[in-house]
Structure formats: structure tokens, C-alpha cells
């Protein structure tokens, strides 16, 4: 037997599985995704794909809804369109979020009034949402507006009456009596067992108990067909981890994939804590050969 031929042959193999162990070690780096993704819990909410809270990944979310969801205590919030809101409910399944605005349903009283704008090419309201409209500091009773649709009547420190009109179509352009105008969405199925304006006798808080209600808002995308497919094999959903560019992922435990796991378990099979990868620990390796007397260090990443 030729030993030099023997002890090259012997350099390549173990030069190749070195190789081999480099490139594969950095796979089981994705099983740690798989947790970070995980379906985040907040005051009763959970929160998921194509949204995240502010301390997970970007790669959780989708980048067109970076809404900067923050946990405090048992509050989610979200800051959209310079807004800060209360987020009450979350329904990844029907596209679904119910929204209050923070400060305005606290306290209508504000220092300054910013109208209620959304990014109409991300999001959109439902039918279950009603126009209603603040008018703050007014002088006198807003002309051009019908007595038929008789508003709350409310007042804040330092200034005239206001208005709040609910449900009521406005004409326009919108008299202007008064200092701030505000339009506010709320929810058609929420403003039900309400005293009416005539009978209320603490309207300011009456008029906060329904802002405080919220609204509904569908966000456009449609994340939830190809989330709900990585879901049900066992995955986690998440967009644009490293080297997949600009496309949805799929976190599984075993790694990252561009639509399912493979072998697509059932949610029933896949445990809630995973079992660690089965991987060489980092670090160098040393071996050397004792016929041909060649010595490699490995290098374990």
C-alpha cells in the first residue's frame, strides 16, 4: 500500500469535513429565530406576524408595519401617523385591529388636537366604523348644522363650549366657530346603550367612555394565507432574514425556510419548548494522525 497516497487521501477527507462542519454549524444558528418569533403576549393581546414589539427582531415583522408596538405593563400601544394608540384587540385571522386613541379617550381636554389620520395604502377602516367629529372651543353654535343632530354639549378649562357629534354626516366644507376640529372614528357596535345627549348630564365623560371604545382598522396585506400555511406546519412567520432578501420566512425549529417546514408536522407535534439542536460545541478541535503524523486544527463556528 503506497502511505503517501493513503495519508493525502486522508489530509483531503478530513480537510473536507471541516469544511463540511463549518458551513453547517451556522445552520443550527437559525433554531434561536424560532423563539424569537414567538407569538408575544401583552395585556391579553398577542401579538404576531406581520407585527412585532418594539424589542423583537425586525426580521418578526413585516417592514411595512413597523408600528413601534410597545409593551407597558398590561398596555399595548402603538405610534402610527405621529398618533400614539391603545390597541384593544388583535385578529391576525381577519386583518382585524381594534383602536383607541390614547391621550384623546383619557381626556378630551388636550393642550393640541391632531386629526386621525391613517396610511390608506397599508391600512383601511371597516363598515363597522362610524364618522364622529370634535369641535373645541366654539364661540357659538356651529353654523350650517342642523339642530335635528343634536350633539354632546362639553367644556374644557379655559375655553368655550364644544361639541361632540356622533354617527352624524357633516356638510363641508366645516363651519368654523371654533378653534379645533377633530375627526375620530368609532365603533358602530360599541356606541349602543349610551344616554343621548338631552338626558346625559356628565357628557365629558360620557364622550371619553366611547372614544375610549375604539374603532376598527383592516390592515391591507394579505399575510394571513401564507402566515396561517407556516403556522400549521409548525413554523413562525417573519420577513427577510439575512440571506433570503425581501421575502416572507418561515421559522421553524429547525431552521429558516421560504414557505413551510419540512415534513410539515402538526401543531400538536411540535413541542413548546424545542429541544436544543444537536450541534458540536464551538470552539477548535485538534487532531493528529498517528501513522501518517499530519496535525489540523478544526474549527467549530
Known sequence: MDLTISCSSLSLLFFLISIQIHFL??????????QECAPS????????????????????????????????????????ESLK?????????????????LHLSEDICLETYNETTLDLDLFDYTSNDLNSTLFFDCDSWPIHIPRTSPPYRFSCPESQDGY????VDLPKPLPDPCSSIVHVPISK???LGF????????????????????FEITWILNTSSQCESCNKSGGRCGYGYGWTGEKFNCFCP?????????????????????????????GMYAYSHPICGFQMAIVVQ
Open 25 to 34: 454549524a451556522p445552520a443550527a444558528s437559525a433554531f434561536p429565530l424560532f
Open 41 to 80: 403576549n401583552c395585556g391579553g393581546q398577542e401579538v404576531s406576524y406581520p407585527f412585532r414589539l418594539d424589542k423583537q427582531p425586525t426580521y418578526c415583522g413585516h417592514p411595512d408595519y413597523e408600528l413601534e408596538l410597545h409593551c407597558d405593563g398590561d398596555s399595548l400601544t402603538l405610534f402610527m
Open 85 to 101: 394608540y391603545r390597541v384593544i384587540h388583535m385578529n391576525t385571522s381577519t386583518q382585524i385591529l381594534v383602536v383607541a386613541r
Open 164 to 167: 361632540f357629534f356622533l354617527g
Open 189 to 191: 357596535s360599541e356606541t
Open 195 to 214: 344616554p343621548p345627549p338631552w338626558m346625559d348630564g356628565n357628557k365629558s365623560a360620557t364622550i371619553s367612555e366611547i372614544l375610549n371604545k375604539g
Open 254 to 282: 429547525d431552521g429558516v425556510y421560504l414557505t413551510t417546514c419540512l415534513g410539515s408536522p402538526t401543531p400538536a407535534n411540535v413541542p413548546s419548548t424545542p429541544p436544543a439542536p444537536r450541534i458540536i460545541p464551538p
